[in-house]
């Protein structure tokens, strides 16, 4: 049970000789890593960089020990940075937390006031969750493609890794952007799933041999990718004339290997989305964006599990072996 800054329920990372330790543990405040915002946690999540942290299947931390979790919503405690009061409703993703800072998997966090958003008009602290640096990336995505002059009429968006966090999102928002949005995925049976979110067609990940032509037959307009590798590199050969692919993910490999000709015969654009440190002006007007026109329709659908700090040490293990749909909120 949380009893205040001076006892409360951390999952907190440690390096114990060449060993990833991750442990449920009771900190206090003198324990987390210094900030002007002292931040009571009500809601986090889960992403994919959470379960790299939590099991060492990547090296996320660059220091130790850790408070591990990329993202926090909750209210303010105290506040030396004036742009922030106690009682005020915020949210916290990416800025280093489980990088170099304590993060979110934790009754309270404390954070530089800088990386601190106001929760925005039309969503609730467990909703920002839901959506969390996932959901976040995806609009971050759909908003720089659109910068770059993507639209539907440029035809579909493929979103790979459809039915991640990020993938999940990202099919709700771009449909209800108005694009037709096909979701590739790896898993059978899924299909159900992505339709409800609003994907037009659901399709196989395609096997696809390394090295082929250097360009395809058109089939996307744009694409938000999640995965890297080859699947990557086709979707730079299949996309239309001037579409854009936002490439967020690795999930299948870091790997890309293509060739220039998409770029330079059909003005295809390969976009880089990085989600934990957006400057300060377009992360609000993301944020504001996932409160108002770009709000997720269908988070109902998308958040498929619910857990306590307690329960969190045996979620990650699903994550690292891709068997995971839709996103996990965590209670604080
Ligand atoms: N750039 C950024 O700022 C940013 C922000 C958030 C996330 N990310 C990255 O984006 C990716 C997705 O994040 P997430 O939080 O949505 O993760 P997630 O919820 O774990 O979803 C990843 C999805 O990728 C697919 N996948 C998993 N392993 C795979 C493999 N070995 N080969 C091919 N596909 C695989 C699976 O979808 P299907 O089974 O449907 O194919 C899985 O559901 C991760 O690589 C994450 O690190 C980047």
């Keep these: 049970m949380l009893t205040g800054m001076n006892d409360f329920k951390a999952f907190r990372v440690h390096l114990e000789g060449e060993r990833i330790v991750p442990r449920l543990e009771r900190l206090t405040l ?62 916290v993703i990416g800025a280093g937390l489980s990088e170099v800072r304590d993060g979110g998997f934790a009754g309270f966090a404390r954070v530089p006031g800088d990386s601190v958003t106001p929760l925005p008009a039309g969503l609730d602290l467990r909703t920002a969750m839901a959506i969390g640096t996932a959901g976040f990336t995806a609009a971050l995505a759909l908003h720089r493609m659109e910068q770059n002059d993507q639209r539907p009429e440029l035809g579909p968006i493929a979103v790979t ?100 000709m998409p770029f330079i015969l059909r003005g295809v654009s390969l976009l880089g989305i990085s989600s934990p440190d957006v400057p300060r002006a377009l992360r609000l007007a993301v944020w504001q964006r996932l409160g108002g026109d770009l709000r997720p329709a269908h988070l109902d659908r998308i958040v498929t599990r619910e857990v306590s700090l307690d329960e969190l040490p045996g979620c990650f293990e699903a994550y690292i072996a891709g068997d995971v749909t839709g996103r996990t909120l965590v209670r604080l």
């Excluded at 946690?41 to 942290?53: E, F, Q, T, V």
């Excluded at 939590?54 to 591990?68: E, M, N, S």
Aim: aromatic share 6%.
């Design 161 to 260: 890794g459809a039915t991640g966090g990020v993938g999940s999102v990202a099919i709700d928002i771009f449909s209800r952007r108005g694009y037709q949005v096909t979701a590739l995925t790896r898993k059978a049976g899924a299909e159900a799933y992505l339709r409800g979110l609003g994907a037009s067609a659901v399709e196989p990940i395609p096997a696809m041999a390394p090295g082929d032509k250097p360009l395809e037959r058109v089939r996307w307009g744009g694409a938000v990718d999640n995965v890297g590798g080859e699947l990557l590199a086709w979707l730079t050969r299949t996309v239309a004339p001037w579409g854009t692919i936002a490439s967020v993910g690795m999930a299948g490999s870091a790997g890309l290997s293509t060739t220039v």
């Design 30 to 91: 003198d324990d987390l890593s210094p900030g002007d915002v002292v931040i009571r946690g009500a809601w986090s999540g889960i992403n994919y960089k959470d379960a790299l942290a939590a099991t060492g299947k990547g090296r996320i931390l660059r220091r130790y020990p850790l408070v591990a979790g990329i993202d926090i919503a909750g209210t303010v405690e105290t506040s030396s940075d004036p742009r922030f009061r106690a009682g005020d409703a915020v949210v």
